[in-house]
């Protein structure tokens, strides 16, 4: 076998193995779209359907690790690792919204911050 086809047919597995090994995000759907970017984040979502943030430009600032997560406002973003989704009464099924009884809020790090003052509970997904 000619040496340059025995070197394509590594490169090739190479290629292969680094893009299935390699993290997969898409931006969260919302509201018929991509996720918004608010404070200059926007959700998103790997694999297994775990929701982190990104910048604008769409590097990972908080890699993927929670249940579901609001977009962030005032700094600070309200998370949860536990809960369901459940459809919003009255919607036929069409809107739904996350149940958890674990919520707590994130800086723009990931840091866990103390909870000990709420913001207005978000109405949105």
């Known amino acids: 076998m000619p040496c340059c086809i025995k070197y394509c047919g590594?490169?090739?597995?190479?290629?292969?193995?680094?893009?299935a090994a390699a993290p997969r995000y898409?931006?969260?759907?919302?509201?018929?779209?991509?996720?918004?970017?608010?404070e200059?984040?926007?959700?998103?979502?790997?694999?297994?359907?775990?929701?982190?943030?990104?910048?604008?430009?769409?590097?990972v600032v908080i890699a993927p690790r929670f249940?579901?997560?609001?977009?962030f406002a005032q700094g600070r973003a309200r998370?949860?690792?536990s809960g369901r989704e459940v459809p919003v009464p009255g919607s036929g099924g069409e809107y739904r919204r996350w149940e958890s009884d674990a919520w707590y809020y994130i800086d723009r790090t990931g840091k866990r911050l103390d909870?000990?003052?709420p913001a207005a509970e978000e109405s949105e997904k």
């Open 40 to 59: 200059g984040l926007y959700r998103i979502v790997n694999r297994q359907g775990k929701v982190g943030y990104a910048d604008a430009r769409g590097r």
């Open 10 to 19: 590594y490169l090739a597995v190479l290629l292969l193995c680094s893009c």
């Open 67 to 71: 249940a579901f997560g609001f977009p």
């Open 79 to 81: 998370v949860t690792e």
């Open 26 to 38: 898409t931006p969260l759907q919302y509201d018929n779209g991509d996720d918004y970017v608010r």
């Open 115 to 117: 909870d000990a003052a």
